[in-house]
């Protein structure tokens, strides 16, 4: 019997898979894709996480849904992303990108169908890097339940070089996961999301890591049972620390709190209560992010304004950001850090930006605690 084993199919004694923090020297990464992308047919999360009034623009121009992106937004992108992967190879990381899918084809389970799926544009949203560990998230949009297959031949292959490869268990998304009364909380009110406690789903995206420690956020993609799912997963040696988002559409932590560098983490002002983060951070810089500048670029507005913070490091000072936000690159400058800009304004209505259309695979460093 194993006389019969290929020799390609045996597990690598080095695993390059190897990312504790957002800021040790990135060395390799996957950047997603916007081929064959479609505007998503099943919208229960949908509606209620874009900013007020986006939802209506996306139906004035592309109808309800479940047909593939103009051609114009496709080819816009596609160059945002050729500029980023010139920047990322041109500083020595290695860029690794999915296959493509046909997102147009139509898929149920046992309980429900729907007409397509979305697109491979966001990587960090299905997966999170811990460690050697890459983890598939529990997604609760219906429209993303088949999103990891453009990444498993990428899986396949950390697999063999000694990653380890888990998932968190499958949620059914039956109709008791969404709330068919929900309505945006009141000002005064705690906050509400459409998403429910019936099982745990989470994005990896509302997630983020500063090396033994880990910051959340509950969203209208993850619960409760979610965030509790990956500390069990992850055990003692890690900690998951909540915040409370004050955003109604609150969908990813990577528009509300990003750590830059060891006792360095950007805020956004909006969206959290400064005086109310966890009392662990009280001995790190917070930087308080500047205002976003609205362009006319972001044509259908279906992520925040702020995603001036979605941004990239390369390492604990350099640092990939929209080339048109001006004051985030000037705060930037004055905080110490060497902005990189890059035009990525055009990929906005893929539902993502620099943090979100990468998932770092391997940066130098290894597991430490920085409080």
């Not at 990428?154 to 709330?179: S, T």
Request: glycine fraction near 6%; hydrophobic fraction near 40%; include cysteine.
């Amino acid at each position: 019997m194993t006389q019969s084993i290929d020799k390609t199919t045996l597990i690598s004694s080095t695993c390059v898979v190897n990312s504790y923090n957002e800021w040790d020297p990135l060395e390799e990464v996957i950047v997603g894709i916007v081929d064959d992308a479609m505007f998503p047919s099943w919208n229960t999360i949908n509606q209620w996480t874009v900013p007020p009034g986006a939802w209506d623009t996306v139906e004035e121009i592309v109808g309800e849904g479940g047909v593939a992106y103009p051609t114009e937004f496709v080819t816009a992108a596609k160059k945002c992303l050729d500029e980023f992967v010139h920047i990322l190879e041109a500083e020595g990381v290695i860029v690794r990108r999915p296959d493509r899918m046909d997102f147009a084809a139509p898929y149920s389970t046992p309980a429900w169908q729907i007409d397509n799926g979305f697109c491979a544009a966001n990587p960090r949203d299905v997966f999170i890097v811990v460690g050697n560990q890459i983890i598939e998230a529990p997604m609760a949009d219906r429209g993303r339940y088949f999103e990891s297959w453009p990444y498993r031949s990428l899986l396949r292959d950390y697999f063999k070089q000694g990653a380890q490869w888990v998932a968190a268990p499958k949620p059914r998304l039956l109709d008791d996961q969404y709330d068919p009364n929900y309505q945006v909380a009141e000002d005064g009110e705690p906050m509400r999301f459409v998403t429910t406690e019936f099982e745990p789903t989470f994005d990896a995206a509302d997630f983020v890591r500063c090396g033994r420690d880990l910051f959340a956020q509950k969203s209208h993609v993850t619960n409760s049972l979610g965030i509790e799912w990956l500390q069990r997963h992850l055990g003692e040696e890690y900690r998951i620390h909540l915040l409370e988002s004050r955003c109604p559409q609150a969908m990813h932590i990577d528009t509300t709190f990003m750590p830059l560098a060891p006792g360095k983490v950007l805020v956004n002002p909006e969206f959290l209560d400064i005086s109310a983060l966890p009392k662990i951070l009280n001995s790190w810089d917070i930087l308080v992010a500047p205002y976003p500048l609205f362009t006319s670029t972001n044509k259908l507005g279906v992520i925040s304004g702020w995603a001036n913070m979605n941004m990239l490091m390369l390492d604990h000072e350099r640092v990939i950001v929209e080339k048109s936000q001006e004051p985030m690159i000037q705060a930037l400058k004055n905080w110490g850090f060497v902005p990189i800009p890059c035009s990525f304004e055009n990929y906005y209505p893929f539902a993502g930006s620099f943090h979100c259309a990468t998932l770092d695979i391997r940066r130098s460093g290894g597991l430490q605690s920085y409080f």
